[in-house]
Structure formats: structure tokens, C-alpha cells
């Protein structure tokens, strides 16, 4: 059997400070709380053998993955098609103001300078077809809130991607199997309205 257990990142600073990011060069990593979250993610998995370490392009996202593992020797790879949600002009804007022009808008809406988020669900959908495609038997993906709750409200057969389950905890992993994660890809590609 293979397992696939995904998780959020550990808080960040920029969690702390109530910013949204979306570019993997301003991130500037976890917070103190973000870093004992991502060890007790390793104290969590200390009983698996992890054959492969997937995260996304930023360094939250990668040093949660490095403190979990512990030194662990591990085959490492990073998926930019895991990456945030692209929200181009509101990049270092507060997640209110964020949250304010997302509010009554399609999911189809590109954020100015961005993508929409059915362009996420549908990356994500990629990325996570990426993963099922390599041969590791137990694989850890450390990315972000949004496309693990997609994964998340999919494999369960939700018709939403941001429910019942929508507010994801940082550094709590969520296991699949090879069949729960394949079921998750064909929701969330259904749902962004992109070709399975």
C-alpha cells in the first residue's frame, strides 16, 4: 500500500503579521511557533519510513519538511504547481484587504496580476498527479492550506473544494492512500472545470 500524507506548513511570520504571499522570494519562513509545529509534525511521523519529501517553492513550506524530518536522509523534490495561490497585486497586502476582494467574487475571477482559483484547483490537480506518478511508497507533501483542504473536501466526495472542511491547522498531516489521493485529483479537477 502507498500512504501520502499532506500537510500545511507551520505558521510563518508572515501568518503572524496577517499578510498574504504568493511569491516564494518574499517569504521569509516560519515563525518560533511555525518551527515547534513542524517538530511535532516529526514527532508525529517519527514512526514512518518517508521515502520522498514533496513541498512547494517556499521556504515555509521547506523548512517545515527539514525540522519534521529531523535529518532524516530523504529523496527531496519541490512542485511549483503546489505552490499558494498566484494573487499577483495584493502580494504583501493584508489578508483583509485579501479576504475584501475575494468576498462575492467567481472562483473563475483572476486576483489582478494573478490567476483565479479554479487556475489554482487545476495546478493543484497537476501537482498532486505529479506525485501519484512517483514510485516512492510513503510520500510526505509539506504546501499550503488551500490546496491540501481541496485534496481534503475532494477524496470525501464533497462537491466543494473549500468545504465542509475549510480551515486547515498548520502542520497536522493528512493521510491518503494511492486510491483516496486519485479520487481528490479527479475532484478537484471536476470541480475547477479543467480536463481530468
Known amino acids: 500500500m502507498r500512504l501520502f500524507l499532506l500537510a500545511r506548513h507551520g505558521e510563518s511570520l508572515l501568518n503572524v503579521a496577517g499578510v498574504v504571499n504568493a511569491d516564494p522570494a518574499r517569504d521569509p519562513g516560519l515563525s518560533a511557533l511555525g518551527q515547534e509545529e513542524a517538530r511535532d509534525l516529526g514527532r508525529q511521523l517519527a ?7 514533496v513541498t512547494s517553492r517556499f521556504p515555509r513550506a521547506q523548512q517545515t519538511a527539514a525540522l519534521a524530518l529531523g535529518g532524516r536522509e530523504v529523496t527531496r523534490v519541490m512542485l511549483p504547481e503546489l505552490d499558494d495561490v498566484r494573487i499577483g497585486e495584493l502580494d504583501g497586502k493584508s489578508l483583509a484587504e485579501y479576504r475584501a476582494w475575494k468576498r462575492d467574487r467567481p472562483r ?8 483565479s482559483l479554479d ?17 516512492e511508497r510513503v ?38 492512500d494511492e486510491q483516496g489521493l486519485s479520487a481528490a485529483v479527479a475532484g478537484i479537477a471536476k470541480l475547477s472545470r479543467s480536463v481530468v
Open 47 to 53: 514512526g514512518l519510513q518517508i521515502d520522498l519529501v
Open 108 to 115: 473563475s475571477e483572476p486576483f489582478p496580476g494573478g490567476e
Open 119 to 135: 487556475d489554482a484547483a487545476a495546478r493543484y490537480a497537476d501537482g498532486y498527479r505529479l506525485v501519484l506518478a512517483r514510485p
Open 139 to 176: 510520500v510526505l507533501v509539506v504546501c499550503h492550506e488551500i490546496p491540501v483542504r481541496y485534496a481534503v473536501n475532494t477524496a470525501s466526495g464533497s462537491d466543494r473544494l473549500d468545504g465542509p472542511v475549510h480551515d486547515v491547522p498548520n502542520a497536522v498531516p493528512y493521510l491518503f
